[in-house]
């Protein structure tokens, strides 16, 4: 994944209700934040230019629908949700917190709809920030307003070119009305700016094309933020901005464990987990009530409270550890789980939602083999050995496995009252086209084969014994790195795997930065696989602080045109 354009739209300010003012845009731009944004990527030539391995390119990054309501919340002082009803985002890599979040005509009228909506909201909510005492004058006011909530908006201060153009759009709001109206129509425009709406990677504006530059320090505030909470940066942070300390890899890494500290913090790495994990569609799951009775929406419902709050537990009392993610043995979950699972003892159970700490049975162990995830990876009607084994192969191992040929049907087997879903498989990828990649995927898929597409654990199939007899093989399908015999055995043995634990610095920097690893991350990803997080049950947060504390964390190269 290589950094993209941010697709701007530069027409004229349409401020409802309001003339047009010529200074302004929708989507306010500053040169750099051009320069980037048509410049898109790549080192195109000049003399001057760094080498492309240097550093990742510089870049604009479009907030989510989940950061953009942060934001909005940091500047109001209160919770809103208004991005949710923007367009769906998509996922690259797995992850939808990418650099290529685009913004189509149907995102700019709803980025219009909501501005309005939260400057009606913020002119009630920030009222005290545009009263004027007595002895001050009007613009006096609007300044000091201006550059207060201008801040929050941008995450850094108001230039004074933003605040010469705000403010003439807050005495044209005023005009026949009051400083309530005016600072509605500020507000208006803070929400539809491309500095609300883009995270800039720019470094300063006297930097030449072509150079490694040094983000800014309200740049590296932002990176540390977002990352680590979803959200713009606190008081905190943006004070450390405005100090310059941020330059310092010690300071960065204390905000970011400060940071890590939040109940912010805890759900963006349990976001982390959900989408490295590919459980992000659990909550839309469905299967065949003929074959599986026990399914149903509540019961779907139950496998994400699970999933939730073992992903919660993992971040809270381990840090994060990957190796408690899949070596745990122990889960959290409500009545209807408890008894699938066995008919297992609950304790600690949480009156509000009735979720408690169970110990799972030998043939479970982490978030491996809970019912989430065996259902997420099986078919509507029965398991799925190539959806599991590629699941373990990709997201875990970091491996690519290819699409299968275009003239090969990718419909699985039809069920048999006489074959074990191993057998027809078994047959069905026997084909020569698609040996070379299944001698890899089959013996990882079919080793979990002990859980239907439920997830319920299982020794007998279609009045057969199951065979869940697995292998871990390499990449080139003739070494055999591990065998096991069961969910349970292969997170077992993922728990120990230099390959898995090589794989989620990588995920987290896909996660974390937007985007693939860049040639300039050697350095860095050496120090996250080698560092505490290596040496201490693979905990997220010290890939997490290797990450903040790298020069990859602060160093972009602009374009050479």
Known sequence: MQSACAPVVCQAARVRGMPDIMPLRRFYLSSALVLSASACTGNIG??????ESAAAPARVRRLTRDEYNKS???????????????????????????????VTSLLADQIDTAAVTLAEQGKSQLSDLYACPSGKTQDD????????????????????????????????????GTMETGAELVLQALFSSASFLYRTELGPDTARKG???????????????????????????LSAAKAGTLSSPDEREAQARRLLKTPAAQLKLRQFFIEWLGLGGLAKVNKNNLVYPEYSVDFRDSMVRERDAFIDSIVKDHSGSVEELLGANYSFVDETLANFYGGLERTNVDDDTGLGRVTLPPERLGILTQAGTMSTYAHFDSSSPIKRGKFVLTRMLCRTVPAPPANVSTIPPALSENATTRER????????????????????????EDFDGLGQHRTEESG??????????????????????????????????????????????????????HASDAELLAA????????????????????????SFTQRRLPTR
């Open 464 to 517: 057969k014994t199951v065979d869940s007899s697995g292998a871990v093989m390499a990449a080139d399908g003739t070494t055999n790195l591990g065998s096991f015999n069961g969910g349970a055995q292969l997170a077992r043995y993922l728990t120990k795997s230099e390959e898995l634990a090589n794989c989620v610095p990588l995920q987290f920097v896909r996660y974390a930065m937007g985007r693939d690893q």
């Open 211 to 237: 150079q490694v530059v040094e983000l800014t320090s309200y740049e590296v505030a932002s990176e540390l933020s977002f990352m680590i909470t979803g959200g713009p940066p606190d008081a905190t942070l």
């Open 46 to 51: 000049g003399q001057d230019a760094a080498p």
């Open 528 to 551: 996250m696989r080698s560092g505490p997080y290596r040496t201490d049950h693979l905990k997220i947060t010290e890939a997490l602080v290797s990450l903040v504390r790298s020069a």
């Open 72 to 102: 909005a919340s940091a500047v109001l002082g209160t919770p809103v949700d208004v991005a949710q009803g923007f367009a769906a985002e998509d996922t690259i890599l797995g992850f939808s917190t990418h650099e290529r979040l685009q």
């Open 141 to 176: 006011c609007a300044r000091s307003f201006i550059q207060r909530v201008g801040e929050r908006a941008f995450r850094r201060p108001v230039t004074a070119e933003e605040e010469t153009d705000l403010l003439a759009l807050f005495n044209q709001g005023k005009q026949g």
């Open 425 to 448: 498989f078994a047959a069905h990828t026997n084909n020569p086209n698609c040996a070379g990649c299944h001698k890899i995927i089959d013996p990882m898929g079919f080793g979990m």
